[in-house]
């Protein structure tokens, strides 16, 4: 398996426009999850599906944040209008049970530049 | 309380030296707590976990002590080399149900020649 594979690598935007973050989990993993890295605040979890589902979307910062996972094999984070302050690196992660008691794997992550 | 607290920020320590990071937690219905590796440029990956059944557990020059009276855990990397310069992250999470993986704030870590 390739892994998680996140596209595209780097994203530089201007502020305002849309943004749209792809990710592909790991075949036959259930449970997927979405977090943010910056040097301030770490790695911090967006939003997390399990069986396509949202289930918890308490770490989306605002409403400019969205996400979907329209099937197993596909999810996306969208952001609209973007922000200078959104400029981070976005994970995607999956993993293959409930919860996260078991091993996340990580994509290389995108690398959004905001200006 | 869904806070882990991670320290040293950053490290330096010398080829062949012991590395050590050190992790707090607050919530007592954490069970599973890995520790997570991250090189330039990639995600992290998973490098060593352990449940609360236990104080120790070692994965070759990676050891985890845990010490569940105290809410503390950490990784200790024997034999330290260059190799292992990276970002290590402490985690925590419940086992059950649909629980968070909280992340620690992360060290760097390098390892001079």
């Known amino acids: 398996d390739a892994g998680v594979i996140q596209s595209p690598r780097h994203e530089v935007t201007e502020m305002g426009q849309e943004v749209t973050l792809r990710c592909k989990p790991i075949?036959?993993?259930?449970?997927l999850f979405w977090y943010r890295q910056t040097m301030m605040r770490g790695l911090e979890l967006l939003i997390y599906f399990n069986n396509n589902v949202p289930i918890d979307d308490s770490g989306m910062p605002e409403d400019r944040f969205s996400a979907k996972m329209p099937n197993a094999s596909f999810s996306t984070l969208k952001i609209q209008p973007s922000e200078p302050r959104d400029s981070a690196v976005y994970f995607c992660a999956s993993s293959s049970r409930h919860g996260m008691g078991t091993e996340a794997f990580f994509g290389q992550g995108t690398r959004l530049t905001v200006v | 309380q869904q806070q882990v607290k991670q320290s040293p920020q950053s490290l330096i320590v010398q080829k062949g030296g012991i590395s050590i990071i050190n992790c707090a937690y607050e919530n007592t219905a954490f069970d599973y707590f890995p520790w997570y590796q991250q090189f330039p440029g990639k995600g992290p990956a998973l490098l060593i976990a352990?449940?609360?059944?236990?104080s120790e557990k070692k994965e070759g020059r990676f050891t985890i002590s845990f010490n569940k009276s105290a809410k503390q855990f950490s990784l200790h990397i024997m034999d330290s080399q260059p190799g292992d310069s990276a970002t290590y992250f402490c985690?925590?999470?419940?086992?059950?149900?649909?629980?968070?993986?909280?992340f620690g704030t992360g060290t760097r870590l390098l390892v001079s020649p």
């Open positions: 352990i449940r609360p059944d236990v």
């Open positions: 985690a925590a999470s419940g086992n059950t149900g649909f629980q968070k993986l909280v």
């Open positions: 075949s036959g993993h259930n449970s």
